[in-house]
């Protein structure tokens, strides 16, 4: 897949993708990623914060109420932007780019920069670890939301005849590369690697990682959207904090 091939099925997938989210239905976003991400970002009064695949720019929207004083969404997806520019204020901004070349950003201008599931659309997660680590101040905090590698190399339930979830079963775990899956009955691409190339790009960047989270469904949480309690049982997602010295 090249770069127009993986753009073409997010611009296939963004009107779905836009209603989802400004209808407020995304579990896994709202019910159990949301909260560690603002908690990994921890007090972002009065910064500068970079969002890497905004999306239709909802994480941006929700650090500016947090107090940001100014955010960036880039995300290669025209409509995606787009949509993100309608609902804009005074503080955030929103640009059609890739989160692979950076080079229109100057150095050590952002306080924080987050990438909340988009490093997996990345053919070259290595050049945005880069990227980040250079536009970042010293002290800044790159917080990266991810699929889990165990769950992006094979990671579908297995069920039983009455569709009951069984397991999942991970194999090809070393096998790094494409995988295809559908979402909202779109194809899309991911890209899997694994613990160890992710630990490996962004220590080799020159971040520390002060924490790993793997996120599970709390109880409030479970209650209010119950498809969640999967989530109870295998890891989906992990979220890297990680910082440049
Ligand atoms: C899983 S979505 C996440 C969107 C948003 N961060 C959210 O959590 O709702 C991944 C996003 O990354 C964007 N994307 C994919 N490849 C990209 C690239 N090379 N540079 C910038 N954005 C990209 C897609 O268009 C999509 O909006």
Known sequence: MDRDDL????????????????????????????????????????????????GEGRFCRILLEKGAKHTLGIDLCEPLIEAAKELQSDGDVYRVADAQNLSFL????????????????LPDFQANNREIFRILKPGGKFIVANLHPMRSAVGYWHKSEDGEKQHIIVDNYFDEGERHWK????????????????????????FTLERIVEPSAIPEQLAKYPELDDEL?????????????
């Open 233 to 245: 049982r295998v890891p989906n997602f992990i979220i890297y904090a990680l910082r440049k010295p």
């Open 106 to 121: 100057g150095d050590q201008t952002f306080n924080i920069a987050v990438s909340y599931l988009n490093q997996c659309d």
């Open 7 to 54: 753009k073409k099925e997010w611009r296939e997938l963004s009107s779905a993708w836009i209603k989802e989210a400004r209808e407020g239905k995304n579990p896994t976003r709202n019910g159990l990623l949301d909260q560690p991400m603002l908690e990994a970002c921890g007090n972002v009064e009065g910064l500068r914060i970079l969002d890497c695949g905004c």
């Open 183 to 206: 979402l909202m009955g779109a194809w899309l691409t991911n890209f899997h690697r694994s613990l160890m190339t992710y630990m490996d790009g962004f220590l080799k960047a020159g």
